[in-house]
């Protein structure tokens, strides 16, 4: 559970940074 939170967490950080 931990690793799905942190990936979801860092697909929407990279995507409001990439923008």
């Given at each position: 559970?931990?690793?799905?939170?942190?990936?979801?967490?860092?697909?929407k950080l990279?995507?409001?940074f990439?923008q």
């Open positions: 559970f931990e690793q799905f939170c942190i990936n979801f967490t860092n697909e990279q995507q409001h990439n």
